[in-house]
């Protein structure tokens, strides 16, 4: 009866945890990784890009097309553009020799207008939305153009 009790509390508990309005829930901190861990799986940047941001900026510009007309498209919206501005804190340990400087500033712009485009989402403002999506690419472009020497230019 008594482990019945606990467990039948423990999962109220875990239930108000999730039910909670996300303003009262727990912030989570994220410790700075030591650099040395940081190691990148694919040395080629090419892969890098055409296996981590180039699915996910498809998935993207499809459901941009048009505004979402259920949670789903909103939640595809969001999904899309979290993990395309946390890939860009990946884009830190990548730096090419000689141009790291331009290539973080370029890192930190795709991440903080890919972070606008998520918060869009979140707000299912539609418009706030594409003129995020926009210049998010931007930023991407403005990268492509200085490192690939104007391929992979992506469109909205």
């Known amino acids: 009866?008594?482990?019945?009790?606990?467990?039948?509390?423990?999962?109220?508990?875990?239930?108000?945890?999730v039910l909670a309005p996300e303003s009262s829930r727990v912030a989570w901190s994220v410790p700075a990784a030591p650099t040395d861990d940081v190691k990148p799986v694919e040395d080629s940047m090419h892969e890098f890009m055409e296996y981590v941001f180039q699915p996910t900026y498809l998935r993207l510009k499809a459901n941009m097309a048009a505004a979402?007309?259920?949670?789903?498209?909103?939640?595809?919206?969001?999904?899309?553009?979290?993990?395309l501005a946390e890939s860009c804190n990946l884009l830190f340990s990548r730096a090419p020799e000689g141009s790291?400087?331009?290539?973080?500033?370029?890192?930190?712009?795709?991440?903080?207008?890919g972070a606008a485009l998520y918060a869009a989402g979140k707000a299912k403002d539609f418009?706030?939305?594409g003129t995020a999506w926009k210049s998010m690419l931007?930023?991407?472009?403005a990268c492509h153009r200085q490192f690939e020497d104007g391929k992979h230019i992506l469109q909205p």
Do not use: F, Q, Y
């Open 100 to 113: 790291a400087a331009d290539w973080i500033a370029h890192a930190k712009a795709s991440r903080e207008k």
């Open 68 to 83: 979402p007309t259920d949670n789903k498209g909103w939640k595809a919206i969001k999904a899309d553009s979290l993990v």
């Open 1 to 17: 009866m008594k482990t019945a009790l606990i467990t039948a509390a423990a999962a109220v508990g875990c239930l108000l945890t």
């Open 127 to 129: 418009a706030a939305a």
């Open 138 to 141: 931007e930023s991407c472009n």
